[in-house]
Protein backbone atom coordinates (compact mmCIF):
# COMPACT_ATOMS: atom_id res chain seq x y z
CA UNK A 1 0.00 0.00 0.00
CA UNK A 2 3.02 2.24 0.75
CA UNK A 3 4.66 1.48 -2.59
CA UNK A 4 1.32 3.12 -4.40
CA UNK A 5 0.57 5.52 -1.87
CA UNK A 6 4.24 7.22 -2.93
CA UNK A 7 2.92 7.14 -6.64
CA UNK A 8 0.22 8.83 -5.83
CA UNK A 9 2.17 11.42 -3.70
CA UNK A 10 4.52 12.33 -6.28
CA UNK A 11 1.62 12.41 -9.08
CA UNK A 12 -0.08 14.98 -6.96
CA UNK A 13 3.11 17.43 -6.37
CA UNK A 14 3.26 17.82 -10.02
CA UNK A 15 -0.73 18.07 -10.46
CA UNK A 16 -2.67 20.92 -11.74
CA UNK A 17 -6.29 19.96 -11.14
CA UNK A 18 -7.80 16.56 -11.74
CA UNK A 19 -6.43 13.01 -12.91
CA UNK A 20 -8.66 10.41 -13.91
CA UNK A 21 -7.65 6.46 -14.31
CA UNK A 22 -10.43 3.95 -15.50
CA UNK A 23 -10.05 0.41 -14.73
CA UNK A 24 -9.75 -1.85 -18.37
CA UNK A 25 -12.89 -2.72 -19.61
CA UNK A 26 -13.91 -6.33 -19.37
CA UNK A 27 -14.34 -8.33 -22.85
CA UNK A 28 -16.83 -10.85 -23.49
CA UNK A 29 -15.59 -14.19 -25.41
CA UNK A 30 -18.91 -15.35 -25.68
CA UNK A 31 -21.80 -16.82 -23.86
CA UNK A 32 -21.25 -16.29 -20.09
CA UNK A 33 -17.38 -16.37 -20.44
CA UNK A 34 -15.30 -13.61 -20.45
CA UNK A 35 -11.57 -12.67 -22.05
CA UNK A 36 -9.09 -13.13 -19.14
CA UNK A 37 -9.34 -9.87 -16.47
CA UNK A 38 -6.25 -7.99 -16.56
CA UNK A 39 -6.38 -4.23 -14.71
CA UNK A 40 -5.47 -1.57 -16.92
CA UNK A 41 -1.43 -0.94 -16.05
CA UNK A 42 -1.83 3.35 -14.90
CA UNK A 43 -4.61 2.67 -12.75
CA UNK A 44 -2.89 -0.73 -11.23
CA UNK A 45 0.40 1.71 -11.02
CA UNK A 46 -1.37 4.26 -8.38
CA UNK A 47 -3.45 1.79 -6.69
CA UNK A 48 -2.05 -1.47 -6.79
CA UNK A 49 -6.38 -2.30 -6.99
CA UNK A 50 -6.91 -5.21 -9.84
CA UNK A 51 -10.76 -5.02 -9.79
CA UNK A 52 -12.66 -3.87 -13.11
CA UNK A 53 -15.16 -1.26 -12.64
CA UNK A 54 -13.15 0.83 -10.79
CA UNK A 55 -12.08 4.31 -11.66
CA UNK A 56 -9.38 6.43 -9.65
CA UNK A 57 -9.67 11.00 -9.36
CA UNK A 58 -6.75 12.43 -7.93
CA UNK A 59 -7.39 16.33 -7.40
CA UNK A 60 -5.09 18.97 -6.32
CA UNK A 61 -8.55 21.71 -5.86
CA UNK A 62 -10.50 19.32 -3.37
CA UNK A 63 -10.36 20.55 -0.09
CA UNK A 64 -10.07 16.86 1.55
CA UNK A 65 -10.02 14.33 -1.07
CA UNK A 66 -6.78 14.03 -3.14
CA UNK A 67 -7.24 10.56 -3.81
CA UNK A 68 -10.36 9.09 -4.37
CA UNK A 69 -11.38 5.27 -5.54
CA UNK A 70 -15.03 4.55 -6.77
CA UNK A 71 -15.83 0.70 -7.02
CA UNK A 72 -17.69 -2.13 -7.40
CA UNK A 73 -19.98 -2.61 -4.10
CA UNK A 74 -20.22 -5.82 -2.22
CA UNK A 75 -22.49 -8.59 -3.78
CA UNK A 76 -22.96 -11.82 -1.89
CA UNK A 77 -25.11 -13.08 -4.99
CA UNK A 78 -22.43 -12.19 -7.50
CA UNK A 79 -19.49 -13.07 -5.46
CA UNK A 80 -20.63 -16.70 -5.19
CA UNK A 81 -20.36 -17.20 -8.94
CA UNK A 82 -17.20 -14.54 -9.22
CA UNK A 83 -15.08 -14.51 -5.95
CA UNK A 84 -14.59 -11.58 -3.49
CA UNK A 85 -14.73 -8.23 -3.95
CA UNK A 86 -12.79 -5.41 -1.69
CA UNK A 87 -16.63 -3.23 -2.05
CA UNK A 88 -16.34 0.24 -0.97
CA UNK A 89 -14.68 -0.01 2.62
CA UNK A 90 -12.34 -3.16 1.81
CA UNK A 91 -10.86 -0.67 -1.13
CA UNK A 92 -10.13 2.13 1.03
CA UNK A 93 -8.20 0.25 3.77
CA UNK A 94 -6.65 -1.71 0.85
CA UNK A 95 -5.47 0.90 -1.18
CA UNK A 96 -5.08 3.76 2.01
CA UNK A 97 -6.71 6.74 -0.66
CA UNK A 98 -9.15 9.31 1.18
CA UNK A 99 -12.43 7.94 -0.03
CA UNK A 100 -14.16 5.17 -1.65
CA UNK A 101 -17.83 5.13 -3.15
CA UNK A 102 -20.00 2.79 -5.03
CA UNK A 103 -19.16 3.01 -9.41
CA UNK A 104 -22.85 3.34 -9.64
CA UNK A 105 -22.31 7.35 -7.88
CA UNK A 106 -19.48 8.11 -10.39
CA UNK A 107 -21.92 9.92 -12.88
CA UNK A 108 -23.49 11.82 -10.07
CA UNK A 109 -20.03 12.97 -8.19
CA UNK A 110 -17.89 13.64 -10.68
CA UNK A 111 -19.12 16.97 -11.57
CA UNK A 112 -18.23 17.81 -8.15
CA UNK A 113 -14.18 16.62 -8.66
CA UNK A 114 -14.05 18.58 -11.80
CA UNK A 115 -15.07 21.68 -10.11
CA UNK A 116 -12.44 23.82 -9.78
CA UNK A 117 -10.21 22.37 -11.93
CA UNK A 118 -8.70 24.48 -14.76
CA UNK A 119 -7.33 20.94 -16.37
CA UNK A 120 -8.61 17.24 -16.09
CA UNK A 121 -5.54 14.80 -16.89
CA UNK A 122 -7.54 11.65 -19.18
CA UNK A 123 -6.50 9.59 -21.82
CA UNK A 124 -9.23 10.95 -23.92
CA UNK A 125 -10.15 8.20 -26.75
CA UNK A 126 -9.13 4.94 -24.87
CA UNK A 127 -12.48 4.02 -23.86
CA UNK A 128 -15.15 6.04 -26.07
CA UNK A 129 -18.49 5.04 -24.06
CA UNK A 130 -16.84 6.59 -21.09
CA UNK A 131 -15.42 9.64 -22.67
CA UNK A 132 -19.48 10.73 -23.04
CA UNK A 133 -19.61 10.46 -18.94
CA UNK A 134 -16.43 12.35 -18.18
CA UNK A 135 -17.93 15.10 -20.89
CA UNK A 136 -21.29 15.38 -19.44
CA UNK A 137 -19.47 15.81 -15.91
CA UNK A 138 -16.89 18.54 -17.47
CA UNK A 139 -20.47 20.23 -18.85
CA UNK A 140 -22.14 19.63 -15.00
CA UNK A 141 -18.91 21.37 -13.84
CA UNK A 142 -19.05 24.23 -16.25
CA UNK A 143 -23.24 25.00 -15.77
CA UNK A 144 -22.63 25.19 -12.21
CA UNK A 145 -19.83 28.50 -13.12
CA UNK A 146 -21.81 30.74 -12.50
CA UNK A 147 -19.95 30.82 -9.16
CA UNK A 148 -16.45 31.79 -8.84
CA UNK A 149 -15.62 28.41 -9.62
CA UNK A 150 -12.79 27.20 -12.28
CA UNK A 151 -14.47 24.04 -14.52
CA UNK A 152 -11.58 22.27 -16.64
CA UNK A 153 -11.13 23.65 -20.37
CA UNK A 154 -8.13 21.36 -20.58
CA UNK A 155 -7.93 17.98 -21.78
CA UNK A 156 -4.63 16.40 -21.18
CA UNK A 157 -3.13 13.11 -21.83
CA UNK A 158 -1.24 11.88 -18.41
CA UNK A 159 2.05 11.02 -20.45
CA UNK A 160 3.94 13.98 -18.60
CA UNK A 161 2.63 12.69 -15.11
CA UNK A 162 2.63 9.39 -13.95
CA UNK A 163 4.25 7.74 -17.77
CA UNK A 164 7.29 9.94 -17.09
CA UNK A 165 7.76 8.19 -13.95
CA UNK A 166 6.90 4.67 -14.84
CA UNK A 167 9.33 4.84 -17.45
CA UNK A 168 12.26 5.22 -14.94
CA UNK A 169 12.01 1.62 -13.27
CA UNK A 170 12.50 1.51 -9.19
CA UNK A 171 14.24 -1.01 -7.30
CA UNK A 172 10.78 -2.94 -6.46
CA UNK A 173 10.03 -2.22 -10.05
CA UNK A 174 13.31 -3.76 -11.50
CA UNK A 175 12.89 -6.84 -8.82
CA UNK A 176 9.94 -7.95 -10.70
CA UNK A 177 11.35 -7.19 -14.23
CA UNK A 178 14.54 -9.54 -13.42
CA UNK A 179 12.13 -12.17 -11.84
CA UNK A 180 9.95 -11.67 -15.30
CA UNK A 181 13.14 -11.84 -17.07
CA UNK A 182 14.58 -15.24 -15.22
CA UNK A 183 11.35 -17.01 -15.75
CA UNK A 184 11.34 -16.02 -19.35
CA UNK A 185 14.42 -17.02 -19.92
CA UNK A 186 14.35 -20.34 -18.28
CA UNK A 187 11.55 -21.11 -20.58
CA UNK A 188 13.65 -20.21 -23.68
CA UNK A 189 16.28 -22.89 -22.54
CA UNK A 190 13.44 -25.48 -22.23
CA UNK A 191 12.10 -25.07 -25.31
CA UNK A 192 15.51 -25.57 -26.84
CA UNK A 193 16.06 -28.71 -25.51
CA UNK A 194 12.76 -30.15 -25.47
CA UNK A 195 12.55 -29.40 -29.66
CA UNK A 196 12.59 -31.94 -32.11
CA UNK A 197 11.67 -32.16 -36.19
CA UNK A 198 8.31 -33.83 -36.11
CA UNK A 199 7.15 -31.90 -32.88
CA UNK A 200 4.33 -28.99 -33.78
CA UNK A 201 4.73 -25.37 -32.66
CA UNK A 202 1.84 -25.48 -29.77
CA UNK A 203 4.01 -28.31 -28.17
CA UNK A 204 6.40 -25.73 -27.77
CA UNK A 205 4.63 -23.06 -27.12
CA UNK A 206 2.57 -25.64 -23.86
CA UNK A 207 6.38 -25.73 -22.66
CA UNK A 208 6.64 -22.15 -22.59
CA UNK A 209 3.31 -21.42 -20.82
CA UNK A 210 3.89 -24.43 -18.25
CA UNK A 211 7.30 -22.85 -16.96
CA UNK A 212 6.01 -19.34 -17.02
CA UNK A 213 2.76 -20.32 -14.79
CA UNK A 214 4.53 -22.86 -12.66
CA UNK A 215 7.34 -20.36 -11.70
CA UNK A 216 4.25 -17.75 -10.68
CA UNK A 217 4.16 -15.93 -13.57
CA UNK A 218 0.51 -14.42 -13.52
CA UNK A 219 -0.04 -14.79 -17.35
CA UNK A 220 2.03 -14.30 -20.37
CA UNK A 221 2.94 -10.61 -21.68
CA UNK A 222 1.53 -11.19 -24.76
CA UNK A 223 0.87 -13.89 -27.32
CA UNK A 224 3.52 -15.90 -27.86
CA UNK A 225 5.00 -16.32 -31.44
CA UNK A 226 6.40 -19.74 -32.09
CA UNK A 227 7.44 -19.71 -35.94
CA UNK A 228 9.38 -22.84 -37.60
CA UNK A 229 10.60 -22.44 -41.10
CA UNK A 230 8.65 -20.23 -43.58
CA UNK A 231 6.72 -18.83 -40.66
CA UNK A 232 9.88 -17.29 -38.54
CA UNK A 233 9.62 -14.42 -41.50
CA UNK A 234 5.90 -14.05 -40.27
CA UNK A 235 6.14 -10.80 -37.70
CA UNK A 236 3.13 -11.37 -35.90
CA UNK A 237 2.68 -14.92 -36.25
CA UNK A 238 0.37 -16.51 -33.35
CA UNK A 239 -1.28 -19.32 -34.99
CA UNK A 240 1.60 -21.75 -33.78
CA UNK A 241 0.02 -24.96 -35.49
CA UNK A 242 2.68 -25.84 -37.84
CA UNK A 243 4.41 -28.90 -37.92
CA UNK A 244 8.34 -28.54 -37.02
CA UNK A 245 10.92 -30.02 -40.05
CA UNK A 246 14.35 -31.16 -39.82
CA UNK A 247 17.05 -28.62 -41.07
CA UNK A 248 14.34 -25.56 -40.09
CA UNK A 249 15.03 -22.72 -37.38
CA UNK A 250 12.41 -22.16 -35.06
CA UNK A 251 12.26 -18.07 -33.91
CA UNK A 252 10.27 -17.98 -30.41
CA UNK A 253 9.28 -14.43 -29.41
CA UNK A 254 7.81 -15.34 -25.48
CA UNK A 255 7.99 -13.26 -22.26
CA UNK A 256 5.56 -14.00 -19.01
CA UNK A 257 3.91 -10.95 -17.38
CA UNK A 258 5.24 -11.17 -13.12
CA UNK A 259 3.79 -9.03 -10.58
CA UNK A 260 2.57 -6.56 -13.61
CA UNK A 261 5.94 -6.68 -15.22
CA UNK A 262 6.81 -7.77 -18.81
CA UNK A 263 9.52 -9.80 -20.42
CA UNK A 264 10.24 -9.92 -23.94
CA UNK A 265 12.59 -12.19 -25.27
CA UNK A 266 13.64 -13.65 -28.58
CA UNK A 267 15.65 -17.02 -29.56
CA UNK A 268 15.90 -18.28 -33.12
CA UNK A 269 17.38 -21.75 -33.17
CA UNK A 270 17.88 -25.27 -35.08
CA UNK A 271 15.01 -27.64 -34.43
CA UNK A 272 17.41 -30.28 -34.72
CA UNK A 273 19.86 -28.77 -32.53
CA UNK A 274 22.61 -27.63 -35.71
CA UNK A 275 22.55 -24.85 -37.81
CA UNK A 276 23.07 -25.22 -41.06
CA UNK A 277 26.03 -22.92 -42.77
CA UNK A 278 23.57 -20.38 -44.83
CA UNK A 279 21.58 -20.26 -41.78
CA UNK A 280 24.35 -19.72 -39.18
CA UNK A 281 25.95 -16.66 -41.85
CA UNK A 282 22.17 -15.15 -41.23
CA UNK A 283 22.54 -15.39 -37.80
CA UNK A 284 25.93 -14.39 -37.20
CA UNK A 285 25.00 -11.08 -38.74
CA UNK A 286 22.26 -10.43 -36.49
CA UNK A 287 23.90 -11.07 -33.36
CA UNK A 288 26.96 -8.77 -34.26
CA UNK A 289 24.09 -6.07 -34.84
CA UNK A 290 22.51 -6.74 -31.60
CA UNK A 291 26.10 -6.76 -29.52
CA UNK A 292 26.67 -3.49 -30.91
CA UNK A 293 22.98 -2.00 -30.38
CA UNK A 294 23.42 -3.36 -26.87
CA UNK A 295 27.15 -1.58 -26.33
CA UNK A 296 25.02 0.95 -27.65
CA UNK A 297 22.38 1.23 -24.85
CA UNK A 298 24.01 3.14 -22.14
CA UNK A 299 23.35 7.11 -20.28
CA UNK A 300 22.94 9.91 -23.16
CA UNK A 301 22.80 7.47 -25.81
CA UNK A 302 19.08 6.93 -27.64
CA UNK A 303 17.17 4.63 -29.24
CA UNK A 304 17.31 6.13 -32.10
CA UNK A 305 21.47 5.57 -31.80
CA UNK A 306 20.41 2.30 -30.88
CA UNK A 307 18.54 1.62 -34.21
CA UNK A 308 21.42 3.05 -36.20
CA UNK A 309 24.04 0.83 -35.08
CA UNK A 310 21.87 -2.15 -35.00
CA UNK A 311 20.70 -1.44 -38.89
CA UNK A 312 24.24 -0.67 -40.14
CA UNK A 313 25.37 -3.55 -39.14
CA UNK A 314 22.23 -5.84 -40.81
CA UNK A 315 22.64 -3.80 -44.22
CA UNK A 316 26.62 -4.77 -44.30
CA UNK A 317 25.70 -8.30 -44.05
CA UNK A 318 22.74 -8.20 -46.28
CA UNK A 319 25.38 -6.73 -49.01
CA UNK A 320 27.56 -9.22 -48.09
CA UNK A 321 25.65 -11.75 -48.30
CA UNK A 322 24.29 -10.96 -51.57
CA UNK A 323 20.70 -10.31 -50.46
CA UNK A 324 21.04 -6.37 -51.09
CA UNK A 325 23.84 -4.80 -54.03
CA UNK A 326 24.97 -1.04 -53.82
CA UNK A 327 26.66 1.13 -51.02
CA UNK A 328 25.25 0.92 -47.28
CA UNK A 329 24.57 4.39 -46.93
CA UNK A 330 22.45 4.64 -50.14
CA UNK A 331 20.51 1.30 -49.28
CA UNK A 332 19.55 2.61 -45.53
CA UNK A 333 18.84 6.08 -47.57
CA UNK A 334 16.56 4.92 -50.08
CA UNK A 335 14.65 2.03 -47.16
CA UNK A 336 16.13 -0.84 -49.43
CA UNK A 337 17.21 -2.55 -46.58
CA UNK A 338 12.82 -2.69 -45.26
CA UNK A 339 12.78 -5.55 -47.55
CA UNK A 340 15.11 -7.99 -44.75
CA UNK A 341 14.76 -5.70 -41.90
CA UNK A 342 10.90 -3.48 -41.86
CA UNK A 343 11.04 -3.23 -37.98
CA UNK A 344 12.42 -0.78 -35.48
CA UNK A 345 15.40 -2.04 -32.98
CA UNK A 346 13.44 -0.65 -30.14
CA UNK A 347 10.97 -0.08 -27.68
CA UNK A 348 10.60 0.86 -23.99
CA UNK A 349 9.89 -2.26 -21.60
CA UNK A 350 7.98 -2.35 -17.96
CA UNK A 351 4.55 -3.18 -17.10
CA UNK A 352 3.34 -2.93 -20.75
CA UNK A 353 5.47 -5.05 -23.31
CA UNK A 354 5.81 -1.79 -25.78
CA UNK A 355 5.96 0.38 -22.44
CA UNK A 356 4.46 3.88 -22.54
CA UNK A 357 6.78 7.16 -22.14
CA UNK A 358 7.71 9.78 -24.66
CA UNK A 359 10.12 8.45 -27.28
CA UNK A 360 10.37 12.06 -28.01
CA UNK A 361 10.89 15.45 -25.79
CA UNK A 362 11.16 19.08 -27.58
CA UNK A 363 11.52 16.99 -31.24
CA UNK A 364 14.86 15.05 -29.92
CA UNK A 365 15.08 11.79 -29.40
CA UNK A 366 15.37 11.57 -25.32
CA UNK A 367 18.76 10.51 -23.51
CA UNK A 368 18.68 6.96 -22.00
CA UNK A 369 19.20 7.81 -18.33
CA UNK A 370 19.53 4.60 -15.58
CA UNK A 371 16.19 2.78 -14.43
CA UNK A 372 15.25 3.08 -17.85
CA UNK A 373 14.46 -0.45 -19.59
CA UNK A 374 14.48 -1.00 -23.57
CA UNK A 375 14.48 -4.80 -25.94
CA UNK A 376 17.43 -4.53 -28.19
CA UNK A 377 15.40 -7.05 -31.34
CA UNK A 378 17.33 -6.82 -34.79
CA UNK A 379 16.16 -9.71 -36.98
CA UNK A 380 16.81 -10.71 -40.95
CA UNK A 381 13.62 -11.87 -42.67
CA UNK A 382 13.93 -13.72 -46.04
CA UNK A 383 10.51 -14.80 -47.23
CA UNK A 384 10.90 -18.00 -48.66
CA UNK A 385 9.00 -17.01 -52.02
CA UNK A 386 11.48 -14.17 -52.48
CA UNK A 387 13.39 -15.15 -56.05
CA UNK A 388 15.52 -11.77 -55.40
CA UNK A 389 17.34 -13.60 -52.42
CA UNK A 390 20.20 -16.09 -53.47
CA UNK A 391 18.32 -19.84 -53.02
CA UNK A 392 20.53 -20.76 -49.42
CA UNK A 393 18.64 -17.65 -47.56
CA UNK A 394 14.87 -18.19 -48.94
CA UNK A 395 12.58 -19.19 -45.87
CA UNK A 396 15.02 -17.74 -43.19
CA UNK A 397 13.88 -15.64 -40.56
CA UNK A 398 15.95 -14.47 -37.35
CA UNK A 399 15.48 -12.38 -34.78
CA UNK A 400 17.45 -12.14 -31.03
CA UNK A 401 15.98 -10.02 -28.73
CA UNK A 402 17.00 -8.97 -25.47
CA UNK A 403 15.99 -6.61 -22.42
CA UNK A 404 18.14 -4.14 -21.39
CA UNK A 405 18.41 -1.98 -18.47
CA UNK A 406 20.13 1.30 -18.56
CA UNK A 407 22.62 1.85 -15.61
CA UNK A 408 24.69 4.60 -14.02
CA UNK A 409 28.27 3.21 -16.30
CA UNK A 410 26.35 1.28 -19.02
CA UNK A 411 23.87 -1.53 -18.96
CA UNK A 412 23.02 -4.85 -18.04
CA UNK A 413 21.38 -7.49 -20.05
CA UNK A 414 18.44 -9.09 -17.81
CA UNK A 415 17.68 -11.77 -20.57
CA UNK A 416 21.48 -12.78 -20.29
CA UNK A 417 20.38 -16.67 -19.19
CA UNK A 418 19.48 -17.36 -22.36
CA UNK A 419 22.41 -18.36 -24.93
CA UNK A 420 22.55 -16.00 -27.62
CA UNK A 421 26.12 -17.44 -29.43
CA UNK A 422 25.79 -20.07 -31.98
CA UNK A 423 27.73 -23.08 -30.57
CA UNK A 424 25.72 -22.10 -27.12
CA UNK A 425 22.83 -22.38 -28.51
CA UNK A 426 23.59 -25.84 -30.24
CA UNK A 427 24.75 -27.08 -26.60
CA UNK A 428 21.39 -26.30 -24.94
CA UNK A 429 19.30 -27.53 -27.82
CA UNK A 430 21.34 -30.59 -28.03
CA UNK A 431 21.83 -31.23 -24.20
N1 LIG B 1 6.94 -9.34 -28.54
C1 LIG B 1 6.64 -8.08 -29.05
C2 LIG B 1 7.82 -7.35 -29.50
O1 LIG B 1 8.88 -7.92 -29.61
O2 LIG B 1 7.80 -6.17 -29.70
MN1 LIG C 1 9.94 -6.49 -28.34
MN1 LIG D 1 9.34 -9.73 -28.64
Not at 237 to 261: P, T
Not at 303 to 312: G, L, S
Not at 355 to 366: H, L, Q, S, T
Request: negative net charge; proline residues 4%; glycine residues 8%.
Amino acid sequence: MEVFRERRRRVLAALDGVALLISAPETIRNHDVHHAYRQDSDLFYLTGFEEPESILVMSSVHPEHQSVLFVRERDPEREVWDGARAGVEGAKASCGVDATFPISEFEAKIGDYLEGADTLHYVLGQQPSFDTIVLEGIEKARARGRSKKAWPQTIRHPQALWHEMRLIKSDAELEAMRRAATISAEAHCRAMAACQPGMYEYEIEAVLKQTFLTAGAARVAYNPIVGSGPNATVLHYVENRRQMQDGELLLIDAGCEYAFYAADITRTFPVNGRFSEAQRQVYDVVLAAQDAAIAETKPGSNIDAVHEVAREHLVRGMVEMGLLEGDVATLIEDDSYKRYYMHRTSHWLGMDVHDVGAYYVGGECRPFEPGMVITVEPGIYIAADDEKAPEAFRGIGIRIEDDILVTEDGNVNLTANVPRKPDEIERVCLA
